[in-house]
């Protein structure tokens, strides 16, 4: 089985390279850490942005400037691990 930390990274390249949100609970869930790990694990990674907090649909620790205009082209977001795996495993390249 992957290390946790190569699964979120696989993942989150495939959330930014579709221009799909997924909320850090959703993340949380398929690769088995807690949310607050992927939150803190996503704030120096560039396409962690795609990785959502539920209510506000937008990255936490991101300042405006540093947000890409293509996150506002998609205003889906999945917010279950189950829905989230499934996608994952279309996406995979």
Known sequence: M??????????????AKHSQKATYTAVAGV???PARTVMN???KDPQGEWV??????????????QLRPQLKTNS??????????????KHLS
Do not use: C, F, M, R
Not at 2 to 11: G, I, N, S, V
């Open 52 to 65: 959502v907090a539920k209510a506000s649909h937008q990255p936490t620790g991101y300042s405006t400037n």
């Open 2 to 15: 992957k290390d946790k930390q190569e699964q979120l990274a696989q993942l989150v390249a495939a959330l």
């Open 31 to 33: 690769v088995g850490l």
């Open 41 to 43: 694990a996503l704030l």
């Open 76 to 89: 889906s977001v999945i917010s279950s691990a189950a829905v989230l795996a499934s996608w994952w495993e």
